[in-house]
């Protein structure tokens, strides 16, 4: 009985906590941090339970074990349906486990530098688990306007001219994607009178020549706010400077954010897209591979002319999402397997990145002292400061531990071996190579062998960027400051950068995974099936358990 409702928890548990936490007075703070560790930890454990439920019985790749929740037991298409396959699953554990390391990270003082900030967290994790479990285009909408509403009061935490500048260019982008969001949204269910995915997927190749260009337009549309969200090159001018004006925690779990409009266009690429719904190209094909590459060259570029740490990790994010995005295009199981393994592994490294930057930029020299005065003086400056009582144990060995973590950055954000970041572009790599073979067509191939070398370029531009900034910070400097480093700020970073290694050591299994995960995304008849032969529960049922 408690599993049948196991779905529904990623999203009634983080509503509820941040409902709750509002009532709380913001002077009982050590309350208020207790239940939102609580709760992020709670859901950290019933994340990893749906996994296990989404691989049960180890189903042979190309099939689906899809489980469905009628919300209000409405049958499908009609009412609201939450969807859980092995895809929509990794995404709520990988959600999960990123907001609980910039949970605990917070504690030490964001989480006081604005008001409401343990609300709104959970509020994100509501609308980022909701847009993962979603089955149906419009709920997707809603869920997307829940985190983004959420993460404009996140990026606007604390203060700071920077911060707000950003965060304002930041609500107007969004703001803009939600527009094309709902009007595309409206052309689809204009010319097929559904919004559920699985839906969706019957009736496209049903639709009169006329009406699938109508369709076709309203697809365009609305990929346009997913590509505005997931920051594909042009559209991701917005990215750099909101990320690395943001809080170190905020920017943290933000790191997950670009993946949403990612995930969306993986999800309907095939279903709604794909071949079996009458269609050769997917949702964008040759256009996401192009826009992919595009996307990682300027990351690339980014990265190796960034000084600042923060816009360093903030072209790192466009890195990991054009490689995302270019392997979506692809159109090819082993490589959207590889990009799944990737996608895990690069973000939880640009999350333990995010917090590792604070700690790091508190060596200060004499020369980085004089440059903060004269950015002081032009209104440049972060205003944050230590007004407020740090709480936590400070750590002996900080340059030592801090250097380490740095080392298991760069090596994760590269692809270096041996840690995950080398097994995921070293999967996408084993797929692409044959995919350029003699039998294959020309744009295919070249496709195939652009990404390739991109995957590559870009693990040597992060790799000359880390070296560098390794080097001037931690090896050059004759007279730094040791900072003072508390234990509940260096946790965070070790457990994120300890998933990486986990996910080194059980690579096999994860990439088995990826492979049926990927395997069932690009044949989803068998999740097509599932969800529109959902049954509602019983009337008899339903009224003994209320």
């Known amino acids: 009985m408690i599993r049948d409702h196991l779905m529904i928890v990623p999203v009634l548990l983080p509503m509820v906590t941040g409902a709750f936490l509002l009532l709380v007075d913001e002077r009982r703070h050590g309350m208020k941090a207790a239940l939102a ?29 899809t489980h469905t929740y009628l919300l209000g037991n409405w049958p499908t298409p009609f009412g609201i349906v939450l969807v859980l396959d092995r895809l929509s699953a990794l995404m709520v554990l990988l959600s999960g486990i990123l907001a609980l390391a910039a949970l605990v990270y917070a504690l030490v003082r964001w989480d006081r530098a604005g008001p409401h900030f343990h609300s709104l967290f959970q509020f994100l994790l509501m609308g980022l688990n909701g847009a993962f479990l979603t089955g149906d285009l419009f709920n997707l909408f809603v869920f997307f306007e829940v985190l983004l509403a959420a993460s404009y009061a996140l990026t606007l935490h604390g203060i700071g001219v920077p911060r707000v500048r950003a965060g304002m260019h930041y609500i107007v982008v969004n703001l803009v994607a939600s527009l094309f969001f709902l009007i595309g949204v409206s052309m689809i269910y204009g010319m097929t009178g559904t919004l559920n995915m699985a839906d969706l997927a019957r009736q496209v190749p049903l639709l009169a020549d006329g009406d699938r260009a109508v369709m076709e337009a309203g697809a365009a549309v609305l990929g346009m706010a997913f590509l505005a969200k997931a920051a594909m090159w042009p559209l991701s001018f917005w990215l750099p400077a909101a990320y690395s004006s943001a809080a170190a925690p905020v920017a943290a779990v933000f790191a997950i954010l670009s993946k949403v409009g990612a995930y969306a266009l993986l999800r309907l690429s095939a279903l709604v897209f794909g071949a079996e719904a009458g269609a050769s190209q997917g949702f964008g094909g040759t256009f996401l591979v192009v826009g992919g590459i595009a996307t990682i060259a300027f990351g690339a570029a980014g990265v190796l002319a960034s000084q600042a740490l923060g816009r360093l990790a903030s072209y790192s994010v466009l890195v990991s999402s054009g490689t995302i995005l270019a392997a979506i295009g692809m159109q090819d199981a082993g490589v959207t397997s590889g990009a799944l393994f990737y996608l895990v592994s690069s973000t939880l490294a640009i999350g333990a990145f995010f917090l590792l930057i604070e700690l790091v930029e508190r060596i200060q020299d004499p020369a980085a002292s004089v440059l903060a005065v004269t950015l002081e003086a032009y209104g440049e400056t972060d205003d944050e400061t230590d007004e407020m009582e740090e709480v936590g144990t400070l750590i002996p060995g900080t340059l030592a531990v801090l250097g380490i973590c740095f080392a298991l950055c760069g090596l994760l954000l590269a692809g270096l071996p041996p840690l995950s970041g080398f097994v995921g572009k070293f999967a996408m790599l084993a797929a692409l190579i044959p995919a350029s073979g003699p039998d294959s067509d020309v744009g295919l191939s070249t496709g195939a062998l652009a990404l390739a070398a991109m995957l590559i370029l870009s693990g040597l531009a992060t790799m000359i960027a880390m070296m560098r900034t390794g080097i001037r910070t931690f090896w050059a400097p004759i007279a730094g400051t040791v900072p003072a480093v508390r234990l509940l700020e260096i946790a965070p970073i070790g ?16 990439l088995r995974y990826t492979d049926a ?6 044949a989803p008849s068998t999740y097509i099936g599932d969800v529109l032969s959902s049954p509602r529960v019983p009337p008899t049922a339903a009224k003994a358990n209320p």
């Open 37 to 65: 560790v609580a709760s992020t930890l709670a859901l950290v454990i019933v994340a990893a339970m749906l996994v296990g439920v989404a691989d049960a019985g180890l189903a042979p790749a190309g099939q689906s074990l």
């Open 495 to 510: 457990f994120l950068l300890g998933v990486g290694v986990v996910m080194t050591i059980l690579g096999g299994p994860i």
């Open 517 to 522: 995960a990927a395997a069932s995304l690009h």
